[in-house]
């Protein structure tokens, strides 16, 4: 079992940045294979996937985000991390870290089915 916790959230007005980290513990032994990516839902909204990053460090991006956003990880810490900058209002949101346990991260990415472990979520907000 796996236990994933974001921090990092909070306000900031348009323009600004935030780095939300994902914290990884349980049976980590294997964190360095696996797949690991960055969800948001707004109100009213599905689940929508942003960024992606493989064992091999591969990242991938949503078209909302990308340009802005950069994922990383640190397999030493068993953590990833999202550094998110030019934020605008539609980026407000719960941001959900993910892990699939397995070394492929598949074309199907976007999708929250593609993933086996959640965090409980935290907070984004952008004002104008």
């Known amino acids: 079992q796996v236990h994933l916790v974001e921090s990092g959230g909070g306000a900031v007005q348009a323009g600004g940045s935030l780095r939300l980290s994902c914290d990884a513990s349980g049976d980590t032994s294997n964190y360095r294979y696996y797949c690991m990516g960055w969800f948001r839902q707004a109100p009213e909204m599905e689940r929508e996937g942003i960024a992606v990053i493989g064992h091999d460090g591969r990242t991938d991006y949503a078209e909302s985000v990308k340009g802005r956003f950069i994922i990383s990880r640190d397999n030493a810490k068993n953590t990833h991390d999202l550094q998110m900058s030019g934020l605008k209002p539609e980026d407000t949101a719960t941001y959900y870290c993910?892990?699939?346990?397995?070394?492929?991260?598949?074309?199907?990415?976007?999708?929250?089915?593609?993933?086996?472990?959640w965090g409980q979520g935290t907070q984004v907000t952008v004002s104008p």
């Open positions: 993910a892990m699939r346990r397995e070394t492929y991260c598949p074309g199907y990415w976007s999708r929250s089915d593609a993933y086996h472990y």
